[in-house]
């Protein structure tokens, strides 16, 4: 590949176009642009929309890798599109909407799935209403927020679940970040819902389904690490059903 320069270089962009009015399946269009040196892939997205073909659908927001929402498959591999160079690809750029989600309208995927999978895992700190007013504040320390910041990071950018071999083969595997996400509330010193969680892992197409391929994480971009999260939910949730045997719940 040619090092960068400060000159523009023309790039041809493969891009899937589906259209839900009109198409069967998803097709691809080509288009030539002329890129700046420091663009990422998706300037190149917005500068195709706003100047070559208005009726190109994409999602983005912050441009900072924050919010997550312009996770696409690039040259075949789930990409944050903000934080992903240019410089890094040749002549051909192929993008796509992120693997293993229905396709809304071209580079656009259906999240309401993703997001039931979220609620199932009861993404908030659970505790009796009784004591939260008794006690008030629930105060952590260094030690306490360490056990399950990591994995608090993550921004529901959705690459796990594009790169996940299970969910490519299960679509309704509870998925790495939704099992991540439970993973930190478990791990949490002011929750008290760890045994409603670990009901739902110990479930069909859960933690054990997962096959620790580890590709979740090699594409996380805030390294949250969901296969370590997963396999440190697995062990829990098994303990938490042992100890059921010999201490009574909430006894």
């Not at 992120?98 to 580079?107: E, G, K, S, T, W």
């Not at 799935?113 to 009796?128: L, N, Q, T, Y």
Request: proline letters at 6%; glycine letters at 6%; hydrophobic letters at 40%.
């Amino acid at each position: 590949m040619a090092p960068e320069t400060g000159e523009m270089r023309k790039r041809t962009f493969v891009v899937t176009r589906f259209d839900p009015d009109k198409d069967q399946v998803p097709k691809t269009q080509t288009y030539e642009v002329a890129c700046r040196p420091d663009w990422k892939v998706l300037d190149a997205l917005n500068h195709i929309k706003d100047e070559i073909d208005p009726t190109l659908s994409h999602r983005w927001s912050c441009r900072m890798a924050v919010c997550g929402s312009c996770g696409m498959n690039v040259n075949g591999e789930p990409k944050l599109t903000c934080k992903t160079q240019l410089a890094d690809y040749g002549e051909v750029v192929e993008v796509e909407p992120l693997a293993n989600f229905p396709i809304v309208r071209d580079l656009v995927i259906e999240m309401d799935g993703f997001m039931e999978k979220f609620k199932s895992v009861k993404p908030w700190v659970i505790v009796a209403k009784e004591k939260a007013a008794e006690e008030g504040p629930n105060r952590q320390s260094p030690e306490e927020l360490s056990a399950f910041k990591q994995f608090s990071m993550c921004i529901n950018c959705m690459l796990c679940y594009a790169a996940c071999p299970v969910v490519a083969k299960e679509p309704h595997f509870l998925g790495p970040a939704a099992i991540a996400l439970g993973h930190r509330y478990n791990m949490d010193s002011r929750d008290e819902g760890a045994a409603e969680r670990n009901e739902v892992f110990r479930g069909e197409g859960t933690v054990f389904h997962c096959s620790y391929a580890n590709e979740c994480t090699e594409v996380c971009p805030k390294n949250v690490d969901p296969a370590a999260a997963i396999n440190q939910a697995k062990l829990n949730a098994v303990v938490d059903w042992a100890a059921s045997f010999v201490v009574k719940r909430n006894g």
